[in-house]
Each structure stands twice: as C-alpha cells, then as structure tokens.
C-alpha cells in the first residue's frame, strides 16, 4: 500500500530575505498567509530546495537563495514529516566555501558547500541522501526519462506546464509508457476494413504521414494525367468528319474523271478511227479480191494457183493485223488504269513524304533536349506551391512528356511504314506497265508486219498480168472507187490524230485539276478514321487512370482513417488509465495528418470530465484541480505515495474548490496572501 507522508514542521534560517522561521504544519491540510513581500512563497519554494534541490520554477541556481544581507551566512532547511504515523527528518545546509589562499591572510570564495542530514544524521554525499529520501517516502525505481518524480508528487502543476514546455516529448512517452502505446498491426486488427495500405504502410517503414504524402502525390499526378488525357479526348473529339453525301460525290467524282482520263490516255495510245478506216479498207479489199476471184472464176486465168495463193496470204495477213490490234488496244486501257493507280498513290505519298516527319522529329529532339519546367506557384493565389506539390508537377510533366514522345516516334513509324507500302506499290504498278509496254510494241510490231505483208501481197497481186482480155465487171469498178475512197479517208484520219495529242493532253489536265477538292474531301475522311483510332486508346488510358485515381484516393482516404482509428484506439488506452481526464496525445496537423503532441485539457470535477479548455488557457486555479487529479491517477497507476501538493496559487482557489474539488489523500499547502500579518504564519484551510 502506498505511503501518506505529511509535512509536520518546517524550520527556515538566512533563507533569503527570512532569517529564521520556525512554522508548525500539524500534518493537515493548510496555508502559508501573511502580507506580501514577507517571504511566503520563499517558504513553499524552501521545501522543493530541500527534497528535489532546485527552485519552485524548477531552476538548479542555488545561490539565489542565500541572504539578501549577508551571502556568507549559511542557509539551513530543516522539515519533519509524519510517514504513516512516523516521523522522518531532513536537514540541508547550504552557504559559500570561503578558503584562505595558501601564504596568504586574503580569503576567497572556492564555491559552495551543502552538508545533508538525515534524522539528525549527516550523509556525506547528495546521491545517498536523495536515495534515502526516496525510500522513507516509498518511491521505487529510477525515474522515467526527464520525469522528476519527487517534483510531480509536489507540484500538481508539474506535469501540465510539461505539456505546455519543451519537454513534451518526454511527458508524452511518460504517458504512452503509462497507458500502452497502439501499434499499426493493433489499428488493422481493430479496423480491418483498412487493410488495403497495410503493405504500403510497411514500404514506408511504418510513417503514415510519408504514406499519406505517397497517396497525395499520387492522385495528384494522376489528376494531371487525366486532365490532359481528357484535354487529348476533347481535341480528338472535335475532328469533323466529312459527310456520307459528301464523301459518296467524291467518289463518284474521282471514279468519273479517272475514267475519262484513262479513256484519253488509251485515245493517245491508238488511234481508233484510223484503225476503224483501215478495217473498212481491209473489209472492201477483201470484197473487192472476193469480187475478182469470182469474175476470174469464170474466166479461164493461167494464173490462178498463184492468185489463190495470194489471197490465202493476204486474208492470214488481215486476220493477224486484226488481232494484234484487239491486243494493243486492251493493253493500252490496262496501262492507262495502272497510271491512274500510281496517280493516287502519289497523291497518298505526299501526306506521309519525309517532311511531314520533319516537325515530329524536331519535336521529339525538344523533348529530349529540354528541361522540364513547371510553373512553381499557385494560379490563383500567386503563392510559391508546397515542394510536393511541385515535385508531383514535375513528374506529372515527365510522364506526360514521355507518353508524347512515345505517341510520335509511333507516328513516324507509321509514316515510315505507309511511304515503304505506297513505294512498294508504285514500283509494282510501274512494273506492270513496263509489262504491258512490252506487250503494246509487241502488238505494235505485229499491225506493222501484217500491214507490210498485205502492201506486198498487193503489190504482187498489182504486178501479175492481166487475166486476158477480160473486162472490169461494174461490181469490181465500185469495189475499186470504195478501197480508193477509205485509203484517202485512212490518211486524213491518221493526220487528225497526230493533230489532237496535244488537245488530249490538255483535257487530262483538267480532268486531274478537277479531282484536287474531291480528294482533299477523301483525305479528310482518312484523317478521320486516324483520329478515331487514336481517341479509341485515348478513352482506355483515360479510362484506365480514372481507375487508378480511384483506387487512390480511396487508399488516401483509409490513411485518414487510419489516424482517426489510431487516435481512438490511443484515447481509449489514456481513458482506462486516467478515466475522463483528457490528454491528447496527436494532433491533425494543416496537411491533413497528425503530429505527436500532449496536451492535457482543464478538468472538471464537478463534470466528472474535461473541458474543452486547454491546459494553457486555464485559470491558476483550474491547473491546480487538473494537475492534482492528473497526479492522483499517475500516484494509482504506479503506485507512489502521497505527498504534500505544494502550490503559491491558493489565493486563486476558492474554500468551495478546497472543500469539494481537490479531491486527494495527500496534504495540501498553498499561500495566500493576508494583510496584517508580517511574517510569514501557517493557517488551516
């Protein structure tokens, strides 16, 4: 059982500005009166000398308690306590160590000296003198880390001022040692709906403020991804597509003036009308020998083996001139298609030539060559933006940069790989036309020959002698006007030609000129169809990282949770230990997360719970009451004795609050001020 130790005398000599005072405490609860400046919280400040050697504010200058009057004297400090029923005296003497130069008469001040008695016996040296103290009183144990035990049993605002001072860290591992801290794997048992960031909690070695940055960071960057994927989308999304009317009148358009060009260039190719009048040619002589052979018929002729022969000949001549010119003339509408192929493949060309790679490469270089620059300030406000929020910037910037440079390096292999196809096809086409050539000249020499070859079959027919005597019949005469007549007309019809090449050549052109709007309209609806290849995988990206940004913020959003779920299970542990007496022990912080803090708030005994008044906005009094119920669940807790409360704030307190609210075993002593009196005088309170 802990020990109730009550202050019985107090002796005081060349303290300060008393030079001796004899009070009798009688081991009850009592005040320390008189006027002011007579030396009454010299008293009070005189016990925490005595038992915790330094003053009542906690500072170790000694020497300021020497007399006023004279420093030489020696300050005596002489206290009886009542221990459960026996007394226990203690005795400090304390002044300067004056020591006489050696040789000399002149004396100087070496230092200070203290001379320690316990029940009238001297203990040489401060250790054992503190030690034994302790014991008396039923203090076991070293002292936690900067708790100073023997103050925190005197002091009931000690451990509040703690709270409020530079040794918070070290009252709040006090506390946390105290009630039991909450570890991570305690929040996840408790809460395992936030089990998602455990291993990520684990990555950043347990800091949840480090994780909570990761999460910001991440759903910032993703926030500036899906603004410019959704910006990309917009754009793609505004590529106008030409419509179905006028695409099909392209069509139909280019298909008509296609036609009409191969149809001029198979004209240049074979002059028709001329071959039309040469069939006419070739159908009247052949009348006209039919007509020969008949009248000879009946006339006996010397030489008419020799005519059929000729005949025969001439007849396999036309046939071979009439099939060679079929052939000529279905190679040349062939070629003349394969043109108009290489044409539009030309065409094609020039929307994926090298140049149109000059820009993407160029930029491609910039993105290689640059720095990647962010602005570093708010849009709105004009303030420097936080660090993280310019490092999610820059690596927001990065990634997209990247995703940019990967998107034309793909566009210039397209480029590239169409130019290679369109090349490939043009030099396939320009192949077949060279086939097809070799098939005109090859047609073209055979109409030569068979030509040729019925000339000479004509004239040997011409130089054979007359059959007889025999009369021209009126059928051969018009036969031989008509052959006369189409050779005239044969050569008119091939000067013509030659004329109009040049007329031809000039209608091609036209026709060519008229197809450019028409194929800009196909071109368009090609740039279309790209666009909408590309805003299809833009959706999926943009799809993808708001699935991402969810996940995110979801994970950050249990990081918050996590803190609140620590903090509970944190404000729980304190409860069990000090009931309601509040003591906060993490505090949310202007970035959203929670720094260590501990902060103890005023307690109300009445309530039976704390205010929602800090410890530093409360009155003397109040810190009294707090710090005195705080003390009295430590003493509980770790089983310490009770002690004297020694405080200079009994003026604040009223006689309600001494009778009702200071609830504890341990002796209270306090000042307060009393006209009339001129030495310091104990009264009960």
């Known amino acids: 059982m802990a020990k109730n130790v009550r202050l019985k005398k107090l002796s005081l ?48 200058n000694l020497p300021s308690i020497k007399p006023l009057a004279d420093t030489k004297r020696v300050v005596s400090i002489e206290a009886a306590f ?51 103290i302790r014991e008396q009183f039923g203090i076991k144990g070293e002292d936690p880390d900067k708790i100073d035990v023997i103050r925190m049993l005197l002091s009931p605002t000690y451990l509040g001022e703690m709270g409020e001072g530079k040794d918070w860290t070290a009252l709040r591992a006090f506390i946390i040692k105290l009630v039991g801290d909450v570890s991570d794997d305690d929040v996840f048992a408790k809460n395992p709906e936030l089990a998602s960031i455990r291993d990520d909690l684990k990555a950043q070695k347990g800091s949840i403020e480090q994780l909570k940055r990761k999460y ?7 926030n500036a991804t899906i603004l410019q994927n959704e910006a990309v989308v917009s754009n793609l999304e505004k590529t106008e597509r030409p419509t179905d009317e006028a695409v099909s009148i392209a069509r139909r358009a280019i298909e008509e003036h296609d036609d009409a060009i191969a ?46 022969e000729l005949r ?35 065409r094609e060309r020039e929307s994926v030539a090298e140049s149109v790679n000059e820009p993407l490469v160029r930029r491609i270089r910039e993105i290689d060559n640059g720095e990647v620059s962010v602005s570093e300030t708010c849009p709105v406000c004009g303030q420097r933006l936080p660090d993280d929020k310019i490092e999610a910037a820059v690596e927001s910037e990065k990634r997209r940069l990247a995703e940019e440079r990967e998107r034309l390096i793909e566009q210039c292999k397209a480029n590239k790989a169409r130019r290679v196809e369109i090349d490939n096809g043009i030099i396939a086409a320009k192949n077949k036309i060279a086939a097809l050539q070799d098939k005109i000249d090859e047609s073209q020499k055979r109409i030569d020959e068979a030509r040729g070859a019925m000339e000479e079959i004509t004239q040997k027919a011409n130089a054979m002698p007359a059959v007889g005597s025999r009369q021209e019949t009126a059928t051969e005469a018009a036969l031989r006007a008509k052959v006369a007549e189409l050779e005239q007309r044969l050569k008119e019809s091939r000067s013509a030609f030659q004329s109009g090449l040049q007329d031809t050549n000039a209608s091609i052109m036209e026709h060519q000129d008229a197809k450019k709007p028409y194929q800009s309209t196909l071109d368009d609806l090609a740039y279309f169809n790209r666009q909408q290849e590309s805003l299809k995988q833009e959706r999926l990206t943009l799809a993808a990282n708001r699935k991402k940004l969810a996940v995110a913020e979801q994970k950050k959003e249990c990081a918050a949770q996590f803190l609140y779920a620590k903090l509970r299970l944190l404000d729980e542990n304190v409860s069990r230990v000090f009931g309601n007496i509040r003591i906060k022990l993490i505090q949310e912080n202007i970035n959203g997360g929670f720094d260590p803090v501990c902060k103890p708030y005023i307690y109300d005994s009445v309530k039976g719970e704390s205010t929602q008044v800090s410890w530093a906005a409360g009155s003397k009094s109040e810190k009294v009451e707090t710090g005195i119920a705080i003390c009295e669940h430590v003493k509980k807790a770790l089983g310490l004795p009770d002690l004297p409360f020694l405080f200079d704030e009994g003026g604040e307190i009223s006689s309600e609050t001494f009778a009702k609210r200071l609830s504890t075993e341990s002796q209270l002593i306090c000042v307060k001020v009393r006209d009339g009196i001129d030495s310091p005088t104990v009264m009960p309170l």
């Open 312 to 346: 025969e000949a001439y007849r396999k001549a036309r046939e071979d001139l009439n099939e060679a010119t079929l052939c000529k003339s279905t190679a040349l509408a062939d070629a003349s298609a394969e043109e108009s192929s290489i044409a539009r493949l030309q």
């Open 216 to 222: 910001k960071q991440d759903c910032d960057g993703l």
């Open 263 to 308: 149809k001029l260039r198979s004209g240049t190719g074979s002059d028709i009308e001329s071959e039309r009048i040469q069939r006419e040619l070739s159908e009247a002589q052949a009348e006209l020998i039919s007509e020969q052979r008949r009248a000879n018929e009946e006339f006996v002729d010397p030489e008419s083996g020799k005519r059929e």
């Open 13 to 60: 000599t060349n303290y300060r500005n008393i030079e001796h005072l004899e009070l009798d405490f009688s081991g009850k609860d009592a005040a320390i009166v008189g006027e002011n400046h007579i030396g009454k919280t010299n008293t009070l400040e005189s016990l925490f000398v005595l038992l915790d050697d330094a003053l009542l504010s906690g500072s170790s």
């Open 82 to 132: 009542d221990i459960d029923g026996e007394e226990f005296t203690v005795r400090k003497d304390y002044g300067e160590d004056w020591v006489r130069a050696r040789g000399t008469d002149v004396l100087s001040m070496k230092g200070h000296f203290q001379t320690l008695y316990i029940q009238g016996t001297k203990v040489e040296r401060s250790k054992d003198f503190y030690k034994q």
